[in-house]
Nanobody, 124 residues
Framework: QVQLVESGGGLVQAGGSLRVSCAASGRRFSAYSMGWFRQAPGKEREFVAAINWSGVTTYYADSVKGRFTISRDNAQNTVYLQMNSLKPEDTAVYYC?????????????????WGQGTQVTVSS
């Protein structure tokens, strides 16, 4: 029902900024809460940020709070992750997911749909 495609990843120096986007195809995009996860080589996929269907409620991992901002534009079927003050430890593949129950926003196993991911590399 929903297909997700991430874009906007790339190489950036530490302290720089990057915005990744997740474009969704599907009639009921606005009914889903959305989340961003990331996975570094050899590491477990970790929660980054999540946003509810209306965009009013957001959650962030402690490691990114104050630096990253998640937002969504339901009219454009797109969710964004603005990443500022990037650090080398932010280097990972960033994945966008859709979930029907926002209570499980931290659990990647509960997400129904996933994109292919976009690589973000932060150099020292």
């Amino acid at each position: 029902q929903v297909q997700l495609v991430e874009s906007g990843g790339g190489l950036v120096q530490a302290g720089g900024s990057l915005r990744v986007s997740c474009a969704a195809s599907g009639r009921r995009f606005s009914a889903y809460s959305m989340g961003w996860f990331r996975q570094a080589p050899g590491k477990e996929r970790e929660f980054v940020a999540a946003i509810n269907w209306s965009g009013v409620t957001t959650y962030y991992a402690d490691s990114v709070k104050g630096r990253f901002t998640i937002s969504r534009d339901n009219a454009q079927n797109t969710v964004y992750l603005q990443m500022n003050s990037l650090k080398p430890e932010d280097t990972a593949v960033y994945y966008c997911g859709a979930i029907g129950n926002f209570g499980y926003y931290m659990n990647y196993e509960k997400y129904t749909y996933w994109g292919q991911g976009t690589q973000v590399t932060v150099s020292s």
